[in-house]
């Protein structure tokens, strides 16, 4: 049980960390978009200068990805392989917490990863005549990192919520097991 705890504390601060850069990424990309006066145009040619949300927003992207996954394997591990086996005659229901918070998470993480992604790839250096759609230069509107940032927390805090609930009724079940086990033995 010891074990859990160490590796519970471990998941939720790499967990939580990783969301916590995303988060500041999103922020950093929203402060180094491209405006509007960087623009430069040419009759009907438009070039646009290489800008830092680039690269925070890469770095958003891999750090929420990263947590995402982390997350949600530990989360399995812990519901579906624990080394104590259940027993068929003794199948619980899967409570409706847990399935609600796997949706949110991968709901909110999906729609982050859309937003962030197509904002990224507008932020990339473009040169005259070569736009990032149909040759024509796009911006990124104002606050739509700071949207996929508000995402990014929605999508972390649900998966914490979801690996430290299914850590929790992991243990509730070996506690109720172990006092199963321990009446057994004080019986013979």
Sequence with gaps: MEKHQYGLVLTVSVVASLGLVSFVSCIAAEIKRIREVEVKLVGRLCKL?????????IAALICLVVAQVIGNLVAIRIHFCSTEKKSSGSKAKQPAI????????????????????????????????????????YLVKQGIYIGSGILVLVTVGSTLGLVVTTMRKSQVEEGFKGGEQRKLNTKL
Excluded: N
């Excluded at 200068?49 to 927003?57: K, N, Q, R, Y």
């Excluded at 847990?98 to 937003?115: E, K, P, Q, Y």
């Excluded at 992604?117 to 040169?127: N, V």
């Design 49 to 57: 200068p290489e800008s830092h949300a680039f690269v925070f927003g």
């Design 98 to 137: 847990l399935i609600a918070l796997l949706l949110i998470s991968w709901a909110s993480f999906v729609i982050a990863v859309t937003l962030i992604s197509t904002a990224t790839s507008m932020s990339r250096k473009q040169s005259y005549g070569e736009g990032w759609l149909d040759g024509e230069c």
